[in-house]
């Protein structure tokens, strides 16, 4: 079973460009969260989907946005490229949304190297 | 001031020694997450608990509800223990707070 799949793994694009990245979840889980991780720091929770709807946003601008397909694969658009969007962008799954589902173990990608020039 | 703060920020040990990362925050929590996330960027989960303690071959984690504090110990470290140890934190609105990372170097 694969577990939590991003593409690609490293990215390059330059100031003002508009990039997607893409997740697919963990067999059997149906929520997918998107992280920022800048270097050196801890990620930060940009948004999470489930039934292909956008349930939870963090502190990002709407820049930044996002998609979830019928089979649960997702993926994290950023338009108008800054230096600062370059970070590893972490994807991960779990499997329920509801009230008790944040004891449900997440899953993390490996994540994908977005590099701004 | 973050949700989650981790202390080191990073340790240098040699091997054998019992390393202690600890994490306290300041939300309410559903659950406390311990990850490792080794340099090329992908993470995998340690321990997720809510109270009490947990072991898993060389490491434990054990958390305090009521002083918002966990604990991840390593035992008798070794080189491939290097990675960094993130402390993260979800509540029961689905939401993660994560800590800035421990970077751990072992050396032989």
């Known amino acids: 079973d694969a577990g939590v799949t991003q593409s690609p793994t490293h990215l390059i694009k330059t100031r003002g460009q508009q990039v997607t990245l893409r997740c697919s979840p963990k067999s059997g889980h149906d929520t997918v969260s998107w992280y920022q991780q800048a270097l050196g720091q801890g990620p930060q929770f940009i948004f999470q989907y489930y039934e292909e709807e956008e349930r939870q946003r963090g502190n990002f601008p709407d820049r930044f946005s996002g998609h979830q397909f019928p089979n649960y694969s997702s993926e994290l658009n950023v338009n108008a490229l800054l230096l600062g969007d370059s970070a590893l962008y972490l994807c991960?799954?779990?499997?329920?949304?509801?009230?008790?589902?944040?004891?449900?173990?997440?899953?993390f990608g490996a994540g994908t190297r977005l590099s701004v020039l | 001031k973050n949700e989650v703060e981790q202390s080191p920020q990073n340790l240098t040990a040699q091997e054998g020694e019992f390393i202690t990362i600890n994490c306290s925050y300041s939300?309410?929590?559903?659950?406390l997450h311990w990850l490792q996330q080794h340099p090329g960027g992908g993470i995998v989960s340690l321990f997720m608990?809510?109270?009490g303690k947990k072991k898993h071959g060389r490491l434990i984690a054990t958390i305090n509800i009521q002083e918002k504090h966990s604990s991840l110990h390593i035992t008798a470290s070794h080189p491939r223990d290097s990675a960094v140890y993130i402390c993260?934190?979800?509540?029961?609105?689905?939401?993660?707070?994560f800590g800035t990372g421990t970077s751990l170097t072992v050396i032989p």
């Open positions: 991960a799954s779990r499997k329920g949304w509801h009230r008790g589902a944040a004891k449900n173990i997440q899953y």
């Open positions: 608990l809510s109270s």
């Open positions: 993260a934190v979800s509540n029961t609105g689905n939401q993660f707070y």
């Open positions: 939300v309410g929590i559903s659950a």
